[in-house]
């Protein structure tokens, strides 16, 4: 990755130390291994029967026609209302779907060309929308407290806590609607869009306020990777149903006057039904040809090790061309992926590789039972010529050198009694804890005591090394959200550009998130 002198610099002697690994190693000592099967959280079960496994078609999200575009821009609306889904056999689910749907339709930008989203609310909540992965303006990166108002107007947020700990929702300015610019000056890769309220992320999440946002550049477009039907966004997530079909949460307060859930559920909330694009395990019918499957973990606490089963001849199934923040210098081919929340791994599969009539399945190593599951690929026999190719050069990565960084900032990512700290501190708006300038590149570290999926807006990182060593098998390419797991301590360059303002630092569990485990930072 970086150059072993800058690592040797950085890690070396003493790096162990200075990155406070023994303070972050020595002070939670058993939350590691009090999590079974490397999971954050806590299952809960269904209370109606699980849906059969492989009977769903795997759907695939519209996507969403701009309503006008002129020479710079192209203007979409949206808007958040509650909808019936067809989830279960024979039971209906009410899902919070942008235009109804979960997930919401697809927003596909072209890297360049400005982007505007007007996002309406006809939900009984406030809503706020992130860009996740975005290069985004403070005024439009979906900042909890710049709220849209729910259906009959502001009046509905009275009273609320904005943040368990947090006394009311003071600063909190509501519209009833907003325009999210999006210059996208940025390179093309999987972005998504999801719910960012104050306090209420994991329910509005969880009931479905997410969808897929793609940058497109003329970079990717050159390489003839697998493209149309052959390139399939999978949104994965778990999900618990009540008896009545509903998605059950274990909300501290049902009606979302209060934020947080139960204190059995504080370290994540997992489910036992996974979805890919809202549906339960379902299959895709796929030729015997490559496919581009751009993979997002959408759930609000599960990890996952995805692997194919059975392994194509050879192993190496699923040839990874990018992660987060778009196309990896060259291809590398993994016999598993693990996902944190929020996480995207681009994966090419080439499913020629496999006989005709080859059943395969997407398993995820790190489930047991109905989690160890997640979809069905259904080989044909047709599908003609596959002229797609994967080259073995994709795209070119400025290295940020740590060596020439101008500061080094640490974040001790820690639950506290009752809440999730940063640096001790629960979240609290208009504090910030770092002062970044724009175009200097800066060494941050997470150090943890339990899994956190340490996600950072306004800017894409790069991952330096893990516990004093390299970084790990998944970390490759520009990533804004980094698995860290319990008692590591993990390093990362980055380097912020052209927006000066408050920016979100935070955990993307979204359990720890509605908990209070975000900060911010002022890039001047
Ligand atoms: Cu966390």
Not at 44 to 50: A, G, N, Y
Not at 118 to 145: C, E, K, M, Q
Not at 196 to 212: K, N, S
């Amino acid at each position: 990755m970086s150059g072993g002198l800058t690592r040797r610099q950085l890690l070396g002697a003493g790096g162990a130390a200075a990155l406070g690994i023994g303070v972050a190693v020595g002070a939670p000592p058993l939350l590691g291994m009090l999590i079974p099967g490397g999971q954050p959280g806590l299952l809960l079960s269904s209370k109606v029967p699980l849906p059969p496994r492989y009977q769903a078609e795997l759907p695939i999200p519209a996507v969403l026609q701009p309503v006008r575009s002129d020479a710079t821009t192209d203007y979409y609306e949206i808007t958040a209302r509650a909808a019936t889904a067809r989830i279960l056999p024979g039971q209906d689910t009410e899902v919070w779907g942008y235009q109804g749907t979960f997930p919401g339709p697809t927003i596909e930008s072209r890297s360049g060309r400005r982007t505007v989203v007007t996002h309406r609310n006809a939900l009984p909540h406030a809503t706020a929308v992130h860009l996740h992965g975005g290069h985004t303006p403070h005024d439009s990166d979906g900042y909890p407290l710049d709220l849209i108002s729910p259906q009959g107007g502001g009046d509905a947020m009275a009273g609320m806590s904005g943040m368990a700990g947090m006394p009311g929702m003071s600063g909190a300015t509501f519209q009833p609607q907003r325009d999210y610019t999006y210059p996208m000056n940025q390179r093309a890769a999987t972005l998504w869009y999801h719910d960012h309220t104050m306090g209420f992320t994991g329910p509005q999440v969880y009931r479905g306020l997410a969808g897929f946002h793609l940058v497109r550049d003329d970079e990717e477009a050159a390489l003839g990777l697998p493209h149309g039907p052959r390139e399939l966004p999978l949104m994965i997530a778990d999900r618990a149903f009540a008896a009545d079909g509903s998605f059950a949460y274990p909300a501290l307060d049902g009606d979302e006057g209060k934020p947080g859930v139960t204190d059995a559920y504080m370290n994540g909330v997992l489910g036992d039904v996974i979805l890919v694009n809202g549906a339960p395990w379902p299959v895709a019918r796929v030729d015997r040809a490559r496919y581009r499957l751009r993979m997002l973990n959408g759930s609000n606490a599960r990890r996952y090790r995805l692997a194919l089963d059975p392994q194509p001849p050879g192993g190496g199934g699923l040839l990874q061309i990018g992660s987060d923040g778009g196309l990896l210098e060259r291809p590398t081919a993994h016999d598993a992926l693990e996902l944190a929340p929020a996480e995207r791994f681009d994966v090419v599969v080439d499913f020629a590789r496999y006989p005709a009539g080859t059943s395969v399945r997407l398993v995820n190593q790190l489930g047991s039972g109905s989690t160890s599951e997640v979809m069905r690929f259904d080989i044909g026999s047709g599908g003609g010529a596959d002229d797609s190719r994967v080259p073995a050069k994709l795209s070119t990565i400025e290295r940020l050198d740590p060596a020439k960084a101008a500061a080094t900032r640490t974040f001790v990512f820690q639950k506290s009694q009752n809440n999730w700290t940063i640096n001790g501190d629960e979240y609290r708006p208009g504090r910030s804890l770092a002062s970044p300038k724009l175009g200097q590149v800066e060494i941050w570290r997470f150090i943890t005591d339990f899994h956190h999926p340490v996600h950072m807006h306004l800017d894409p990182f790069q991952v330096v090394g893990r516990n004093g060593a390299a970084p790990g098998a998944y970390d490759a390419g520009w990533k804004d959200t980094v698995d860290v797991l319990p008692a590591q301590g993990v390093e990362v360059a980055v380097r912020f550009t052209d927006y000066a303002g408050r920016f979100l630092l935070h955990c993307h569990n979204l359990e720890h998130e509605d908990m209070a485990m975000m900060a911010e930072f002022t890039t001047e």
